[in-house]
């Protein structure tokens, strides 16, 4: 089960439809709608797995994607409009150089026909569409893109691994059990600037120690955020019949560094509840529709309705085992837009951060494996628990019946002494009186 996860595993993709784009190009406040779910199974497996001496275990997770249209509103086939994020995203990256580059910049987006919004498929903007610039920087920017043959927001997802984890059994130490002893060779980060912001900490996200109690917290490393995370505890639950502590984020995990010091590594950051990875993305990571954020961020965008229970990030423990029971992690893809000398294509923008599109990773035991799971680890112990007992009352029982009956023999034998002891004195003075007669 841990190779190959049997737990169905979904992706669900909400895409943020732009209504304005020539009113927001000349400056208004951008207005979006949301598209979707679109829905993918997602499917897990480890690979190359090498266990070490030192008591870790080595593997490679690989993960595939397949659109589920029964659950899905809409097809890949939809058409929706999100910025381009090649134009826009290049645009702010070259705000600081010098006029002469940014105007050959906007002639080179002018000879690919490339303008500030795209307006394709669901298909192609997930997992990459044909675009002759994203050629022409591969072929002469080598490695400033992140992959070099479609152009897609999850194009480096689909069919990929998220890197070499090594991890410890816990055969040495149960409390080190799923906890992170490398990535990809590395004990610690490169893209931050404090030591504190570039650990690895905890689990790879899949599972934690055991014996957990409400002040444990849930710290993992996440390839795709570039970064350790940590949840809190925020309550108790019952799932099937399975008891459960749930887990969410809290506030200061995306805060920004005057907010929160000890976030002061992740910066150069904007407002609170958004993540700058550039170093290793270029975008911007929040909840989505900005839930936890600044409240300030909504009053740049017109739609965004931030709620908990539909756009909060939680995980479900059993805390005995550490196993979780429901996993739903919820993060948004913005970017950072404004207007720029030079570069026509961003008209004039006001300075914003726009969301492109939000996800959701669920997943939840269920059949089979949650009935095994409650019978072995909710059933069996309880049964074990009330087996004490019945074995104890059996044992009182027991040792109170050998006294009764070792205190019955005590008095029975006294008796049989008193009553022999009397029957002599009575034969005796018989005996006596017939001597006298």
Not at 270 to 293: D, E, K, T, W
Request: hydrophobic share 40%; proline share 6%; aromatic share 12%.
């Amino acid at each position: 089960m841990w190779k190959d996860i049997p737990v169905p595993f979904f992706m669900s993709v909400y895409f943020f439809n732009i209504l304005n784009p020539t009113e927001f190009l000349a400056g208004e406040r951008p207005m979006v709608e949301q598209r979707g779910p679109y829905v993918y199974r997602k499917r897990l497996q480890k690979q190359n797995i090498t266990f070490h001496p030192n008591h870790t275990v080595s593997y490679l997770e690989y993960r595939s994607y397949f659109f589920e249209p029964s659950m899905s509103v809409g097809n890949e086939s939809d058409v929706v409009t999100i910025p381009n994020m090649l134009v826009l995203g290049a645009a702010v990256m070259m705000d600081n150089m010098p006029h002469a580059v940014r105007l050959l910049l906007s002639a080179t987006f002018k000879s690919f026909k490339e303008g500030p919004f795209l307006s394709k498929s669901v298909g192609e903007l997930m997992w990459g569409y044909d675009s002759k610039l994203v050629d022409f920087l591969n072929k002469w920017f080598p490695g400033m893109l992140p992959s070099t043959g479609k152009f897609g927001l999850f194009s480096e997802f689909n069919n990929s691994n998220t890197g070499m984890f090594t991890v410890h059994t816990g055969k040495d130490d149960i409390r080190l059990i799923h906890k992170v002893n490398s990535w990809n060779g590395l004990t610690k980060l490169i893209y931050w600037k404090t030591p504190q912001c570039n650990m690895i900490n905890g689990t790879a996200g899949q599972m934690w120690p055991p014996f957990m109690t409400k002040e444990s917290t849930l710290p993992f490393y996440s390839p795709d955020a570039c970064r350790s995370l940590e949840l809190v505890y925020q309550r108790e639950g019952i799932m099937k019949g399975i008891p459960l502590y749930r887990f969410v984020a809290p506030k200061t995990m995306l805060a920004n560094g005057s907010d929160y010091a000890p976030n002061e590594g992740f910066c150069p950051c904007r407002q609170s509840g958004l993540l700058n990875v550039s170093s290793c993305r270029s975008m911007f990571i929040s909840q989505p529709h900005f839930y936890n954020a600044d409240p300030v961020l909504l009053d740049y965008v017109q739609g965004l309705q931030p709620t908990e229970d539909e756009h909060g990030l939680f995980i479900d423990i059993h805390p005995e085992t550490g196993v979780p029971l429901n996993v739903s992690i919820r993060l948004q893809l913005n970017l950072y837009m404004k207007e720029v000398s030079g570069i026509t294509e961003t008209g004039k923008i006001s300075e914003v951060v726009m969301p492109m599109i939000w996800f959701e990773e669920n997943g939840y035991m269920d059949g089979a494996i949650v009935k095994t799971f409650h019978t072995n680890l909710v059933l069996l112990p309880m049964v074990m628990v009330y087996m004490q007992y019945c074995f104890l009352v059996l044992g009182l029982a027991t040792v109170l019946g050998a006294v009764l009956l070792h205190y019955s023999g005590k008095v029975s034998t006294f008796s049989n002494f008193i009553l022999d002891t009397d029957t002599e004195m009575v034969s005796t003075s018989s005996s006596d009186s017939g001597e006298v007669d």
